[in-house]
């Protein structure tokens, strides 16, 4: 029987992916800290899979904008991996950036990974978020490229390079060293109408070593779930699916929005558990009858 994502009825176990082979695909290094990783806490072989370019399903330079959401492009490489391997377990990672949730100021990345197993018929999702050095600035002068990737770490991370603005088709990317990121800010200020060039973090994995550690915490995120079995099936990815709130005020005991506990739920047969939290009461500051 070939290894086609044919779904076996095999038992699942704690263990159940030691020295199994697993597909990721990608051109941007992930496998540098997604195969230790995944090697070190589960005892699987992540193979990295190549004969597809990845940048065709979205790029950060924005020259191809990503076709639906985060989760939708790493479900998308997972299969495209594993159609290209012949393997029936398959890995991805797509990453994403904007502000950070609490305050809105700070650049933030989210990464996320996907584990798709036919055998089991399992999807386990991951992620791993933080402050990254996402970032930009429309520059006239070498003097000022050079304060930005000061700010941005380069050369440890790398930079693009454009006319312009954001917006102009023609860029450099990739700059790891100062001649060359010199020789393309010139470049854009003498091609650009406006005497401006837009210099920006590149984002791609190998590129940004802040983004690849963030990588890594997701990896270690993923074996974590991997690693926890469900109570009826024994299948992995049995964990936090959501929250249930309603902790009673400590004065008056009405439901508050402060979480109560947590639900716990497979990802293969929906058995789910209800895990209370310790807390039994919340404090009155967060009552909406006590302190509207």
């Not at 699942?12 to 997604?34: F, G």
Request: net charge negative.
């Amino acid at each position: 029987m070939s290894e086609n994502r044919q779904q076996s009825q095999h038992k699942p176990s704690a263990r159940c992916y030691r020295n199994q082979r697993v597909a990721l695909l990608t051109q941007h290094s992930k496998e540098d800290v997604i195969a230790p990783t995944l090697k070190k806490l589960l005892g699987c072989c992540v193979e990295k899979v190549g004969g597809f370019d990845t940048d065709l399903l979205g790029t950060f330079t924005r020259d191809i904008a990503r076709d639906g959401s985060q989760l939708d492009a790493a479900r998308k490489k997972a299969r495209i991996g594993m159609d290209l391997s012949g393997l029936s377990i398959g890995l991805a990672s797509e990453g994403s950036f904007g502000s950070d949730p609490f305050t809105g100021i700070l650049p933030w990345n989210r990464e996320l990974l996907i584990w798709i197993d036919d055998r089991l018929g399992i999807e386990v999702i991951a992620n791993s978020a933080g402050k990254t050095n996402f970032s930009h600035r429309l520059i006239e002068s070498w003097e000022e490229a050079e304060d930005f990737a000061l700010s941005a770490g380069f050369p440890e991370h790398y930079l693009v390079v454009r006319p312009e603005d954001e917006n102009h088709p023609e860029f450099r990317k990739g700059l790891a060293d100062w001649p060359s990121l010199e020789d393309a800010v010139t470049w854009a200020l003498n091609l650009a109408p406006n005497g401006r060039a837009f210099v920006e973090t590149d984002m791609r994995a190998f590129a940004n070593p802040t983004r690849l550690e963030n990588i890594r915490l997701a990896a270690e995120n993923l074996a974590q779930r991997l690693d926890s079995l469900c109570p009826a099936c024994g299948a992995p990815g049995f964990y936090l699916a959501e929250m249930v709130r309603g902790l009673p005020c400590e004065d008056c005991g009405t439901p508050t929005h402060k979480a109560k506990g947590d639900i716990h739920r497979c990802v293969r047969c929906a058995h789910e558990v209800l895990v209370e939290r310790e807390l039994e009461y919340a404090s009155a500051r967060y009552c909406s009858y006590c302190n509207p």
